[in-house]
């Protein structure tokens, strides 16, 4: 889409899961459709990653084959 120029976003349960934030924005994705109960709770989670930390997250993500370990890592803080 980036190299495309083609705008791209996310909506639905997935858009308002801070536990998918990370990885959504780590692999580019800069635009959330969601319900406004949950601007606050997701923006929050925008503002406090670290865009290089987010990145690896994805990388790591999309390296892995095992939905467990991929779950593991999405609930871990891209922080740590």
């Known amino acids: 889409a980036i190299r495309h120029k083609k705008d791209l976003s996310v909506c639905g349960d997935m858009a308002h899961d801070v536990r998918y934030v990370p990885f959504l924005i780590g692999i580019g994705i800069r635009k959330f459709s969601l319900d406004a109960r949950y601007i ?38 891209p922080h740590a």
């Open 40 to 77: 606050p709770k997701v923006q929050e989670a925008v503002f406090a990653l670290n865009s290089l930390a987010a990145k690896a997250q994805a990388r790591d993500v999309l390296a892995e084959v095992s939905i467990g370990r991929i779950a593991a890592i999405l609930e871990k803080d």
